[in-house]
């Protein structure tokens, strides 16, 4: 029930964040921010929402500086949007899940192009000895 209660806290201030971003802070420094993922403690004190910039590293960097300066702000529209007594701290973390994401798509890349290699050194192939390696000291059963 608990557990029920925190995912659907998360999820309603995923939500109430997106919205706000949406509109726009008054920070120039504020990229094209996507909010992720927010995960709220067991004891709905505190909230981490992850999030991801669209742009470069510089643009990152500002953009995650501004989610900082503006803390107080969205955690005031959080807490006149959900109406509840106590509302939870937030803290920004930048996801890695793009970065994750492209190193993955180069290991999967890697991993195509040595098993094509592979494939094309074993093209006309046969193998060493004898089709059947074992040895038998008893002649082999007859089904």
């Known amino acids: 029930m608990a557990g029920e209660r925190q995912a659907r806290l998360a999820d309603r201030i995923r939500v109430i964040l997106a919205e706000r971003l949406e ?19 067991g004891d709905l004190q505190h909230a981490s929402a992850f999030y991801t910039v669209l742009g470069t590293e510089e643009e990152r960097v500002a953009s995650g500086a501004a989610l900082a300066s503006a803390t107080g702000m969205l955690r005031k529209e959080v807490g006149r949007q959900l109406n509840i007594r106590l509302v939870p701290t937030l ?3 930048p996801d890695a899940l ?6 993955l798509e180069d290991l999967l890349r890697q991993a195509r192009e040595r098993d094509a290699e592979v494939a094309e050194l074993a093209t006309g192939a046969h193998p060493a000895g004898e089709a059947d390696p074992y040895r038998r000291d008893e002649p082999a059963p007859e089904d």
């Open 98 to 103: 793009p970065e994750t994401a492209v190193h």
């Open 23 to 41: 509109k726009g802070l008054r920070d120039p420094r504020l990229g094209f921010v996507t909010i992720t993922d927010v995960r709220v403690s």
């Open 91 to 93: 803290e920004f973390i």
